[in-house]
């Protein structure tokens, strides 16, 4: 290591390294390979959603913005929000756009946790949340979620995990890695724990649109949670956005407003054309998602099938782009599976404790690609087991 | 939609036995649905979309206006259904507007395709005049795009 090692903050170098990062380098140099690794749409944006953009600059809209966003773009989030999820937010003081989730939820911890405060959130989950608490100062508490359970959070498993000191839920359904979902009972039991120990809850929402069954049901609009909820939500997924790099966060004006100091010192506004692009995907971007969520629920009914014809058992995940088997029969644990299989048949998937330790025992796989990549991936993967079985 | 047909039509190459595993059917229930398809007249082939730039090697492509009187020649079903027949004839279609068919053909090289004009379609009772416009560039054929710079060349293999 580096002498300049001696600089960077205890609380960093402590920070685990991304399990994803190595497996990446691999991939990466990898001429053949498969990857069922990647964590975002396999579509390109829509083409009338680039035309916005392309206009925007061509327009010559090229300035900051309003820190909070431009007025047109928290309109239009304020209508989508309100007719898709149900609470109303004023786009003055009650909406904020980010340069997607990942910000909004950083300047969200931010701007509430004070060194030494807790934070609940359910496992397995997406990479940033236990490290951007720990950036705070702050603890991480997981909760664990199980296959048997279709990785719902089951309210008396967090009831379990509370500990004095908690301050914040966050909850992301459909989850990333597992495809879970929350049904309007489960959220309500976790909405009344909520309140019964006044935590604030963020609910990652970049998923809802990609709900395959069942109707997505967001806390917020709950009762009594309008309150206590910072929804966060944005393009990346459901518009297949990912580099436009834009979301925003909704809530009560006073977390806002904490927010909003966060952002404008650190990043000052989100990104106009982004804003635009935005603008349009949520004015016209139905067809176009309904399309995208179509295709994915026939790869993902592909490849939960063939899973689970290769004895790896897998649940149906009922929102999101991954699929999140069960890979303990091979006898392996989540990397030597990952690493292996990777070495053996050049296909990657990412190993579940990527995800947090209840992860452990699964591996995910993005269905977010075509059928021939798939239809490869599980012919290698069948030979792969047929070799370890053998062995 | 038959999902046979649907998973044809999406564009990715896939053999019958991958379109059996995909589906949950096997290659023979795949081969019995394309073959239901073909006897109904609804799949009338199947064949691989090359890039242009590698046919046009070979072969030069030409779209031809084709105005005609139909009045005592069989109407424009006649004249249609002849001009079909020419096996330079990749396509051929009765149009609304300024012309009447609009006829898609390949040939070895340009005097080819001008000798099938003059020679054979000038020759038919019934057609009055042709428009030739030779194919110069492809950009996008058959709902994919040619000379696509690697859109996802910047994208990571695996990302969180």
């Known amino acids: 290591m580096d002498s300049s090692s001696r600089f960077v903050a205890r609380h960093v170098a402590s920070l685990p390294k991304s399990g994803i990062r190595d497996f990446f380098a691999i991939v990466s140099k990898m001429k053949d390979a498969v990857s069922l690794g990647i964590g975002e749409p396999d579509f390109v944006t829509p083409y009338h959603i680039r035309e916005a953009a392309i206009a925007s600059l061509e327009k010559g809209r090229t300035s900051y913005t309003d820190n909070r966003g431009t007025q047109q ?125 006044d935590l604030l809850v963020a609910s990652d929402e970049i998923y809802s649109e990609l709900t395959f069954e069942g109707d997505h049901v967001s806390i917020a609009s709950l009762p009594g949670m309008r309150e206590r909820t910072i929804f966060l939500h944005g393009f990346s997924k459901a518009f297949a ?151 | 939609m038959n999902s046979v047909l649907k998973l044809i039509l999406d564009g990715e190459a896939l053999d019958t036995a991958q379109i059996g595993k995909i589906l949950g059917l096997g290659a023979e229930a795949v081969d019995r649905e394309l073959a239901a398809l073909r006897q109904q007249g609804v799949l009338l082939g199947m064949r691989p979309v090359l890039n242009p730039a590698f046919e046009s090697e070979h072969r030069v492509r030409a779209v031809i206006e084709i105005k005609i009187r139909t009045e005592g020649v069989g109407g424009f079903d006649g004249i249609a259904e002849r001009i079909s027949s020419f096996e330079q004839v990749e396509s051929c279609y009765l149009m609304s507007g300024g012309y009447d068919l609009l006829v898609v053909v390949t040939a070895d090289n340009l005097y080819k395709v001008a000798g099938f004009v003059h020679e054979r379609l000038a020759r038919i009772d019934g057609v009055q005049g042709t428009s030739t416009h030779f194919f110069l560039r492809a950009y996008k054929k058959d709902g994919f795009i040619v000379n696509s710079e690697a859109a996802h060349r910047d994208q990571p293999s695996v990302s969180p």
């Open chain 1, 73 to 197: 773009f928290r309109e239009e989030v304020s209508r989508y929000v309100a007719k898709n999820y149900g609470p109303e937010y004023d786009p003055e003081t009650e909406i904020l756009a980010t340069i997607g989730v990942s910000e909004a939820l950083d300047i969200l911890l931010r701007a509430v946790l004070n060194p030494g405060d807790k934070v609940l959130y359910h496992e397995p989950c997406y990479v940033s949340y236990a490290p951007s608490v720990a950036l705070c100062h702050a603890e991480a508490i997981p909760v664990r979620t199980v296959s048997a359970d279709q990785f719902a959070l089951d309210p008396a498993a967090l009831r379990a995990a509370w500990q004095p000191g908690c301050k914040l839920l966050v909850i992301n359904f459909p989850t990333n890695p597992t495809g879970g979902t929350a049904d309007r009972a489960k959220l309500e039991a976790i909405a009344k724990f909520a309140i019964e120990k």
């Open chain 1, 241 to 391: 956005m990912t580099g436009f790099r834009i979301g925003y966060a909704c809530g009560p004006a006073a977390v806002i407003d904490g927010m909003l100091k966060v952002h404008q010192y650190g990043i000052m506004c989100a990104p106009i054309m982004s804003q635009e692009a935005a603008v349009e995907a949520l004015r016209n971007g139905r067809d176009s998602m309904l399309h995208m969520r179509y295709k994915y629920r026939e790869r993902r009914d592909f490849i939960v099938r063939r899973f689970n014809e290769l004895g790896l058992p897998c649940h149906l995940p009922r929102g999101a782009f991954y699929a999140f088997p069960d890979i303990t029969s091979t006898g392996m644990d989540s990397m030597t599976f990952a690493q292996q299989l990777l070495e053996q048949q050049k296909v990657a998937m990412v190993p579940g404790t990527a995800f947090g330790a209840a992860g452990a025992g699964f591996c995910r796989a993005s269905f977010s690609t075509s059928y021939e990549k798939i239809h490869e991936a599980g012919e290698r993967i069948a030979r792969f087991l047929d070799t370890i079985r053998k062995g």
